[in-house]
């Protein structure tokens, strides 16, 4: 299966510079903004009806993917998805593809991954965005609600790491998987993303000599419509900014530089990682 990756023996930075200089037949040329291009990546956005997972895919599109499959619950998606499609057709980008499918259905992730795969001939990019957020007292925090926020945001960010990274395996491809954390303290969310953390690192350590890569992005507070409910007020918007270094709630857009960058070869070594975009609420 051929690919478009920039190896790492192509020399790039220092060592293009010292091979141009025993070698006047080539033309110096800017590569870094090439090495986050993700021309012809193929890429799976979990939870990405709307929200962070729909910028996340739009990202991947506008940085060069020759297709983006968003898999969110509702049967048919929402009028801000097809909002995006619409725009990304007129931009001339990629294919914004949707799937209803629930990430907490094991099968049905890793049938989905192998579709994706055996249309597409290839995979790059996964990233587990899906997530439900039930906030409660600690003391009084009922079993089934606690088991479903484990089910959907830990196992459905295990299945879908599964469904694309058994398809970079069968491909024997390069390939980034994103798992979408969080630092909230809260206690069956917090715990649940806590467990996508170690498993980015354990995922990281075991994938790596498949040349797969899993890292982890946790997002501070960003303005979407699971934050509707914590910031609904003028009050408590107001005393969520005065908790944030940069005095602000995030807008969606702003994860898309660090999702693309980790989506692509500017990130080549850069595993087992979290990246935290929080407007510096975490360095407190
Ligand atoms: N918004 C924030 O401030 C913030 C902060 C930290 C982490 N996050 C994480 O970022 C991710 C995206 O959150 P968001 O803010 O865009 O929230 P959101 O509620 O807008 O989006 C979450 C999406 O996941 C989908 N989803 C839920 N359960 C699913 C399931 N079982 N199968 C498939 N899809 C399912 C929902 O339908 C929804 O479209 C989540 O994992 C969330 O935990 C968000």
């Known amino acids: 299966m051929s690919t478009t990756y920039i190896s790492p023996l192509v020399p790039l930075g220092v060592q293009a510079a010292f ?6 037949a080539i033309t110096p040329t800017p590569k870094i903004l090439q090495e986050f291009e993700l021309k012809d990546r193929v890429g799976l956005v979990t939870g990405a009806n709307r929200g962070l997972g729909l910028e996340m895919a739009l990202a991947l599109l506008e940085a060069g993917a020759r297709v983006v499959y968003c898999v969110d619950l509702p049967e048919e998606p929402g009028d801000e998805w097809q909002a995006v499609r619409a725009y990304v057709e007129r931009m001339g980008a ?21 579709m994706i795969g055996d249309k597409e001939g290839r995979f790059d990019v996964g990233i587990a965005a899906a997530g439900i957020a039930k906030v409660m007292d600690a003391l009084d925090y009922p079993k089934e609600e606690f088991e479903q926020v484990l089910e959907v945001n830990t196992g459905g960010a295990l299945f879908t790491a599964q469904a ?30 806590s467990a996508v953390l170690q498993m980015a690192r354990s995922m990281a ?5 498949k040349h797969i890569r899993v890292n982890t992005v946790s997002p501070g507070y960003f303005h979407s419509p699971m934050t509707i ?3 609904d007020s003028p009050a408590a918007l107001a005393h969520c900014n ?3 270094p940069l005095g602000r709630v995030a807008t969606p857009s702003e994860i898309r530089g660090v999702v693309t960058w980790l989506a692509s070869d500017a990130s080549t070594y850069c595993t087992g990682s ?9 360095a407190w």
């Open 164 to 193: 694309v990274g058994r398809q970079m395996a069968r491909f024997g491809t390069p390939g980034s998987i994103i798992l979408i954390a969080s630092g909230s303290p809260t206690v069956a969310y917090g715990s649940s993303k």
């Open 94 to 114: 990629g294919r914004l593809g949707y799937v209803s499918q629930n990430v907490a259905n094991q099968k049905a992730m890793w049938d989905l991954g192998q």
């Open 229 to 231: 409910p914590l910031l």
């Open 274 to 282: 979290d990246i935290i975009v929080s407007g510096g609420l975490h």
């Open 242 to 244: 005065s908790l944030i």
């Open 19 to 24: 091979a141009a200089r025993s070698d006047p």
């Open 205 to 209: 350590c075991e994938l790596g000599p």
